[in-house]
């Protein structure tokens, strides 16, 4: 295993050698029946030094943890699959859409900010105009801009592996 | 009664306002003692944000959960994502005091500190645990007699780690509930089964996404049922505005109402689907008003 990744797994408690095989995983996993997701394949593929950070299938799981509830070695499959993918955004392995979605978050507070349509929606029902999260206040605002600096999250967002 | 926070998160102010209402309406008719928790930002979002950086995800959940904290109050979630983000970086928080110096390094830089007092909730197991359906029941004052798919979600449930809930296979809580209001909870296969919209897969494989939403809508569709009720707003969009993009790109013909919980009691509780925003839906279906009028 990548000694970086075997270490992230490590530090959250996951041990996929335990992994048997047995494939309750993917039988559960709803990706599988609609993507080429293959959730026993990438427990396997993350206990040898077969992965390839810039997989499609790891963007694939919905996080819905069955295989995690279901698997009789108790291996934590959705929280390792989260761990992998935060392998692969540090290495720049970011999808388009989830940048916008991270920047979204850097510059409003909000992964899913308001627009006109819903402040018209929002006075119709007789509520506040914006609600009363950081949309609508500055300073709480700010203090959020200030985490997501000091934890580094602006960089990591714009780190592009075609760079 | 525990003294609530309620953390609004962003589909439901921001796209759902609706749920916002129904849910403002439907805590007081209850007697609630809930105030809204002010200053609050997205969870995070436990798809982009748990995948991109643990410490980021853990940062931001905790500055929520403080907020709350200086108020001395648990906080009520109405969203499952919400429900676990905050209700998963909580557990790991006050369980891991490294984690927890960690992230409190990080918020005192605003004056924050992560102390650990308090719960996370999410209301269907709040209303679940306290009131209770059988109290419910009895202050619903219109009675419904409608047939709802009732869908679960998955982070309302899993991991079951950290939760209360009384079976990840076959649960059972929200179906009381739902039938609390008079209405008819119908069973029908691949109840439990995820939405689709979860871990970044609605944004990053929107079309995929959207496939796994038809399978479940397709399913429901053919139980017979008058609504879904959903008690998380990312699934609610997906299978409203969902919907919408099928019958575009599929020529399918869905027209199933999609109602947040607290829209359900609302009408049980005799407000009109334009106090709870259920016209503002993306998915109208004309018939809508006079189901329960």
Known sequence: MDSELEEILKNENIDVLKCMQCGVCSASCPSGRHMTLNVRKLVRRASNKEFDFDEDDLWMCTTCYTCQERCPRKIRIADAILAIRSKA??????????????????????????????????EKLGLGRLPATVASRDQALDDVKKLLVSCGFDMLVENDSNE | ??????????????????????????????GIDCIELEDASCCPAPGVFRSFDKATWLTIAARNISLAEKLDRDILTICNGCYGSLNEANAQLKEQPQLRKKVNEHLRKIGFEFRGQIRIRHIIEF???????????????????????????????????????????????????????????????????????????????????????????????????????????????????????????????????????????????????????????????ENLTHLWS
Do not use: W
């Open chain 1, 89 to 122: 955004v540090s290495e720049g392995f970011i999808k388009s859409q989830h940048r916008d979605v991270a920047r979204m978050l850097i510059e409003t507070g909000h992964a899913v900010p308001i627009n006109q349509e819903n402040i018209d929606k929002r």
């Open chain 2, 1 to 30: 009664m525990t003294k609530m926070a309620l953390f609004l998160g962003c589909i439901v102010p921001n796209r759902y306002p609706g749920i916002e209402k129904a849910t403002d309406l439907c805590l007081e008719r209850l």
């Open chain 2, 127 to 285: 209303l679940s645990e306290e009131p209770g359906p059988e109290q419910i029941r009895e202050m619903v004052t219109n009675p419904l007699s409608l047939r709802v798919a009732v869908h679960y979600g998955c982070h309302m449930i899993k991991p079951s780690e950290h939760r209360i809930i009384d079976s990840v296979e076959r649960p059972h809580f929200f179906d009381e509930l739902v039938e609390a209001t008079g209405a008819e909870s119908v069973d029908y296969a691949d109840k439990n089964e995820c939405c689709g919209a979860g871990g970044g897969v609605r944004s990053g494989l929107h079309e995929k996404s959207l496939e796994m939403a038809g399978y479940k809508l397709s399913i429901i569709d053919e139980a017979g049922i008058d609504c879904i009720v959903d008690a998380c707003p990312f699934c609610h969009m997906q299978f409203d505005s969902g919907q919408a993009e099928l019958n575009d790109l599929k020529g399918t013909e869905y027209r199933i109402p999609v109602l947040h919980y607290t829209q359900l009691l609302g009408l049980a509780f005799g407000y009109t689907p334009q106090d709870l925003g259920i016209d503002l839906n993306i998915t109208v279906d």
